[in-house]
C-alpha cells in the first residue's frame, strides 16, 4: 500500500485546501494518508474550525491528521487551541514532529 504524509506549512486557507482534497482523494484510492500540521499551517484549525468547511470536516471524519506542531503552535498563539481541538500535538524534534519516522515507516513526504 502506498503511504503519503502532507506536510502542511503555509497558513493559507486556500492552499490548505489542496492538501485536504488530495488527501482525500488518495485516502479514497486506497493509500495510507496522514497530514501534519507545521509552521503557519497550524492557525488554520481554529479557522476551519469555525468556518465550516465541509471538505475539512471529512479529512476530520476520515481521520487524515497525524499531529499538530507543539512549537509553531507555540509561537503561532494557538497552542492552548490546538491541544483541545482532538489532533495529536507533537514535539519530538525539539518541539516539531519528526519527518524521519515517517521516511522510516515507508512514507513519501509531500511538503505544501
Not at 503555509?10 to 485516502?27: P, R, S, W, Y
Not at 484510492?29 to 497530514?35: Q, S
Not at 476520515?62 to 490546538?82: H, P, Q
Request: glycine residues 8%; proline residues 2%; neutral net charge.
Amino acid at each position: 500500500m502506498k503511504k503519503i504524509v502532507f506536510f502542511a506549512f503555509k497558513g493559507e486557507q486556500m492552499c490548505f485546501m489542496h492538501v485536504l482534497l488530495n488527501a482525500i482523494d488518495m485516502h479514497e484510492k486506497g493509500m495510507k494518508v496522514k497530514i501534519v500540521m507545521e509552521g503557519e499551517a497550524v492557525k488554520l484549525i481554529r479557522e476551519l474550525d469555525s468556518g465550516g468547511s465541509n471538505v475539512y470536516k471529512k479529512a476530520r471524519e476520515l481521520n487524515l491528521f497525524d499531529s499538530i506542531c507543539k512549537a509553531c503552535s507555540a509561537k503561532m498563539g494557538v497552542l492552548t487551541y490546538n491541544e483541545k481541538s482532538g489532533i495529536p500535538i507533537n514535539g519530538e524534534l525539539s518541539g516539531h514532529p519528526s519527518m524521519a519516522k515517517f521516511i522510516e515507516d515507508g512514507y513519501e513526504i509531500i511538503t505544501l
